[in-house]
């Protein structure tokens, strides 16, 4: 935690823990994780679903808190395992460096061994004393060789843990990149992709898309069926998303119900023509709850689209993107509108 949140980590504690028995939750660590974030209000998407779970009289139990943990504190996963590999690497650096350190002495005491028995031979030298000279540089020879195995050994046991340490490195930045619900990218790798396709396009001069779409009225289907069929809704639209998605596309899910798609080289009528695709795709998957067989209808999806321009930060390429979303949105749901890259959108729509 950083000093200057120090002083208000006990105004946090305290709101955390009145929230919690206002919402009749149990005080146990992983509620408290949770709720202590909340009143701490640095996670906006974990406070504005909280706020619309229990806005709709719905309850934050415990299945719900271990989900929240699971998709918003990642990044808190992914420093544990960088704190791990830090150690780890550090102790076999150290390793490696007295295996070095060894193998230097042990040719050092070879050469000694041989000074020693060369010293010891003369013109007057019998067999005898030449010998006893060979078996002492043989014996010292051999001691190296034994020690030389030793040491190589040593040297594929630690290369088997540094690797192990870099797979277990790489997982854990994967996870913390990717959404747990869904399992596509979340918001950090998306903002991340965004940035290097845009410095990618700025470069080539090849055409950069962004798709920006949301489940229409996936409120009014949570509060019906509940937030494990709405996370079974967020979970079939994202599989919709990444099998409808080209080659080097980044599916991610934007935020609650919102999800994103980032098409490099590819322009906006292609970009169109996959979106739609994608939207009928997830309009002809008939919703089935699991415990009974029961039909629950059908997801449809709303899309708008932007196309990069050189000018263009982040936030204006996304911002035109939601401008055709809501346009969608407006114009009845369940369609893509791309934007006119010739025309303004009309201001009434950019809230």
Known sequence: MQAEDMEFAGQWSAEALRLMQENAIPPIPDNYAVWFRYASGRLPELNKEIDEKTASGLPVDLDLTLDLQRRYFSDEKLTDVTLHTGTKLNTEVDQILRIIEETVGNSTALGASVRQASEGLSNQSTPGDVLKAVEAIVTASRKMEERSAELEEHLHSTKRELNELQDNLEKAQS?????????????????????????????????????????????????????????????????????????????????????????????????????????????????????????????????????????????????????????????????VIAEDAGAEMPKALAG
Do not use: W
């Open 175 to 335: 996870e913390a990149r990717t959404d747990g619900l869904t399992g596509i990218a979340n918001r950090k790798a998306f903002d991340e992709a965004i940035e290097r396709e845009m410095a990618g396009a700025r470069q080539s001069g090849k055409p950069l898309c962004l798709v920006v779409g949301d489940i229409d009225h996936f409120k009014k289907f949570n509060d019906t069926f509940g937030h494990r069929t709405g996370d079974q809704v967020l979970r079939l639209v994202a599989s919709c998303l990444k099998n409808g998605a080209a080659e080097g596309h980044v599916a991610a899910r934007y935020g609650g119900e919102e999800f994103a798609l980032i098409m490099p080289a590819t322009d906006l009528a292609t970009a169109e023509t996959i979106a739609n695709k994608i939207r009928e795709t997830v309009k002809a998957r008939e919703l089935v709850k699991r415990s009974t067989g029961e039909s629950l209808g059908r997801v449809t999806m709303s899309m708008g689209i932007s196309l990069f321009r050189p000018d263009d930060a982040a936030p204006s390429l996304i911002e035109r993107a939601d401008q055709c979303l809501y346009q969608a949105k407006h114009a009845g749901r369940n369609r």
